[in-house]
């Protein structure tokens, strides 16, 4: 399948370290987008990379993209315990059409 | 808030009941999308909407019914469900995807459970 995989599935860290999640995917992609869900809510937007880039940021949050290895990674500098939610990368190879993985479980610890 | 409601919030339903699930987006996007997510497992789209026209449907059990009656809203209608069918749906709107950079905004879900 296309699904986006993340790993880890699970990652707890304390307050003021980076964490860093990985995705992995099969096919050929025009974007990859990063998505954050608290719990039991709707996901939120985070930060897209289009296939011909390979590095975005956006305040503490920066984003790699390697099409050759069909991975990317999401790095949060200095975690807050506000960040605690689950990730999810999310896959668009054509329109319309998006695949998202079953997410990293972060939790940041005071 | 990110402009995409969805009603109601919880809902806790038999297997012969048949209820509906709203969404309404104030965000004048042309696509609206219903997807399932389900404990432990990846969110899986179910439904696509462009300019009310139905572009994409995921293999859903014909006991899942969508309806867009204008590009503001849309529904689920449910009819005959499963215990598996427990979960949280979630709603998302979205511009036009005729181009490769869109990002979904989403509802904050219903959670439905089937007894």
Not at chain 1, 99 to 107: A, E, Q, R, V, W
Not at chain 2, 14 to 43: F, I, V
Request: charged letters at 20%; a positive charge; proline letters at 4%.
């Amino acid at each position: 399948s296309q699904q986006g995989e993340e790993d880890p599935q699970a990652l707890s860290i304390q307050e003021g370290e980076n964490a860093t999640m990985n995705c992995s995917y099969k096919t050929s992609i025009n974007n990859l987008q990063w998505y954050r869900q608290n719990s039991g809510r709707g996901l939120v937007h985070l930060i897209l990379i289009r296939s011909n880039e390979r590095e975005k940021h956006s305040g503490r949050l920066r984003v790699t993209l390697d099409t050759s290895k069909k991975s990317s990674s999401l790095l949060i500098t200095a975690s807050r315990a506000a960040d605690t939610a689950s990730y999810f990368c999310a896959t668009a190879s054509n329109f319309n059409k998006f695949y998202f993985g079953s997410g990293t479980k972060l939790n940041v610890k005071p | 808030e990110t402009g995409v409601t969805q009603t109601p919030r919880h809902l806790v339903m038999g297997m012969t009941n048949k209820k509906s699930l709203k969404c309404e987006q104030h965000l004048g996007h042309n696509a609206m999308y219903w997807y399932k997510q389900s404990a432990k497992k990846p969110l899986e789209l179910m439904f696509v909407y462009n300019f009310k026209e139905q572009t994409e449907n995921n293999s859903v059990p014909s006991r899942f019914s969508p309806e867009c009656p204008n590009s503001s809203h849309l529904f689920l209608h449910l009819h005959t469900l499963q215990p598996e069918d427990s979960a949280l749906y979630l709603c998302a709107s979205s511009q036009e995807p005729t181009t490769s950079s869109y990002e979904q905004y989403f509802g904050p879900g219903t959670r439905l459970t089937v007894t």
